[in-house]
């Protein structure tokens, strides 16, 4: 099973933006896969955001806002989620997710809307 | 309302077993894969496997292929995570969840989690 490398933290200020980071083992490649990504607020159980395979195949999930958005980085092996203008709601964890055969989630970023 | 009801917590104690559901409704249940997610007290999310419940095909994933078993009951639209010998390292909330027909990678529908707390 392929290891997700996330940063544990992240924050930012309502308004701003945020970058949240996912990057694949060097041994397969993020042109490969869709990147899905989940939100979990505290006591609450995950909610799908949504995926980004290519500008061509993307999905957002139910009642998503647009400010939500994915993207990779080719050369850094990585999926993005961004989130712009920053809500004190957005404060969450964010799981990214792969399908290699089977779901397997990298171990979250805590982002904090200071 | 298509939603997923968890039963409730559990106190059990190591070497003994247990089997937790997950009964659907709002949605035709045979027609799509139920997912079991798990989270161990303050860490990240773990995705145990599928198991479709038309024909009770069963995805495991490696980590924990001879931990559990996952079974359906299509007759009551539930599904079940069961172990036979639990551990104290078993102590989780357990999610049960929907993947969307079309991808099961997106998962839209969760159940509201079952707590198991394993100690001597």
């Known amino acids: 099973q392929p290891v997700l490398t996330q940063p544990p933290s992240s924050s930012a200020s309502p308004g701003e933006s945020a970058r949240l980071t996912c990057t694949l083992p060097?041994?397969?490649?993020?042109?490969?896969?869709?990147i899905y990504w989940y939100q979990q607020k505290t006591g609450r159980p995950p909610r799908f955001l949504l995926y980004?395979?290519?500008?061509?195949?993307?999905?957002?999930g139910s009642g998503v806002p647009s400010r939500f958005s994915g993207s990779k980085d080719f050369p850094a092996n990585t999926g993005i989620l961004f989130i712009s203008g920053l809500q004190s709601e957005d404060e969450a964890d964010y799981y990214c997710m792969i399908w290699p055969g089977n779901a397997v989630f990298g171990p979250g970023t805590k982002l904090t809307v200071l | 309302e298509v939603q997923l009801v968890q039963s409730g917590a559990e106190v059990k104690k190591p070497g003994e077993s247990l089997k937790i559901s997950c009964t659907g409704s709002g949605y035709n249940f045979p027609n799509y894969w139920i997912a079991w997610v798990r989270q161990a007290p303050g860490k990240g999310l773990e995705w145990m496997g599928i198991?479709?419940?038309?024909?009770?095909?069963?995805r495991l994933s490696p980590s924990f292929q001879g931990q559990v078993t996952m079974s359906v009951d299509k007759s009551i639209s539930t599904a079940y995570l069961h172990w036979s010998v639990l551990k104290a390292s078993d102590t989780a909330l357990y999610y049960c969840?929907?993947?969307?027909?079309?991808?099961?990678?997106?998962?839209?529908?969760w159940g509201q989690g079952t707590l198991v707390s394993v100690s001597s």
């Open positions: 060097s041994d397969i490649s993020v042109d490969r896969y869709s």
């Open positions: 980004y395979k290519s500008d061509s195949d993307v999905g957002r």
């Open positions: 198991i479709f419940p038309g024909d009770s095909h069963t």
């Open positions: 969840a929907r993947p969307a027909i079309v991808d099961t990678a997106i998962v839209d529908i």
